[in-house]
């Protein structure tokens, strides 16, 4: 099983990055997917999830500025983050989990400036 996330980088406050997370070696239709962020010295938290049959769920930090999709043709997970704001730093995670298993992607960088 491989997820392999990527689309992080440096923007200013106020823009947008859409970070993707593509999976294989699982049954992706199958699995809910997430995006967790770990901040320096933080805990890591949930961003926002998305089920196996499409509901999404956000943090409220990131209500309304954060958009989780899925493509099951193509296997990957999507986060469209727009309004960034310096507190978004951080290493976003992807996840996948069904009743049985958990797999968790490396992490890509998220950096926003003021």
């Known amino acids: 099983v491989q997820l392999q996330a990527s689309g992080g980088g440096l923007v200013q406050a106020g823009g947008s990055l859409r970070l993707s997370c593509a999976a294989s070696?699982?049954?992706?239709?199958?699995?809910?997917m997430s995006w967790y962020r770990q901040a320096p010295g933080k805990q890591r938290e949930l961003v926002a999830a998305?089920?196996?049959?499409?509901?999404?769920d956000y943090a409220d930090s990131v209500k309304g500025r954060f958009t989780i999709s899925r493509d099951n043709t193509k296997n990957t997970v999507f986060l469209q983050m727009n309004g960034l704001k310096p507190e978004d730093t951080a290493v976003y995670y992807c996840?996948?989990?069904?009743?049985?298993?958990?797999?968790w992607g490396q992490g890509t960088l998220v950096t926003v400036s003021s």
């Open positions: 996840k996948s989990n069904n009743r049985w298993n958990e797999y």
């Open positions: 070696g699982i049954m992706f239709r199958l699995y809910a």
């Open positions: 998305v089920s196996s049959g499409g509901t999404a």
